[in-house]
């Protein structure tokens, strides 16, 4: 403290440690807390970890800005109609234990996408809806994206997947090939399916314990 000024008159050294003290505070309780509290949580016993495609796609949805207008956190019933609108049960921390870094995701311009693997597991209806959203989904505000494919006129070589998109898109002559990326990507939206329980099951002898007994009173 300068010579002459008050015990509560702030200087410049008062308020640097003030700031670090206030800022190591937040970080202990928004970071760090949670992070002891939740990284012993177990994975649920119906979640797999990802295969390295589905990785790949994983790494597709974040450099293709997914994540700008889909969330992956159902919420609530009490606090959201999420489950009505078809989108799953409320996440529970394990849902996310083999996501790094998790897509939460922030904004709702489209559904959210943490069960569309259940909600929609075709392959082929996925890459249409990824080449041309409006096919699928009159009125649909989705971008299109067609660099993940490659349209050309002719067949398709062996080994090729073509996208049959419906008949009022899909031009005469024209075959529309899935690049890997969009084949990654696809494979990855289809594992995300978390409609399993969110809780384990309980042991036998907890479940027969909790059976009302079949004696006569």
Known sequence: ?????????????????????????????????????????????????????QLA????????????????QPRDIKLAP????????ATVSGDY????????????????????????PSKDWQLGHLYQPRAYTPGSIMPAYPFLFEARQGVAKEGETVVNLPPAFAKSG???IAKQEALDLVEYLISLDRTYPALPPLPENVVKAAEPSKEKP
């Open 97 to 120: 234990a083999y996501d790094t870094p998790h897509l939460l995701g922030t904004m709702r311009t489209g559904p959210d996408l943490m069960n569309i693997g259940a909600r929609q």
């Open 57 to 72: 796609g994983r790494q597709q949805y974040i450099a293709n800005g997914c994540v700008y207008c889909h969330s992956q």
């Open 174 to 176: 024209q075959v529309v």
């Open 82 to 89: 999420d489950f009505k609108r078809g989108w799953g049960r």
């Open 1 to 53: 403290m300068s010579a002459g000024k008050s015990f509560w008159e702030m200087d410049e050294l008062r308020l640097t440690v003030g700031a670090m003290v206030i800022l190591g505070g937040a970080t202990g309780i928004l970071v760090l807390m949670p992070y002891l509290l939740l990284k012993k949580v177990p994975p649920p016993e119906g979640l797999k970890p990802y295969t390295t495609q």
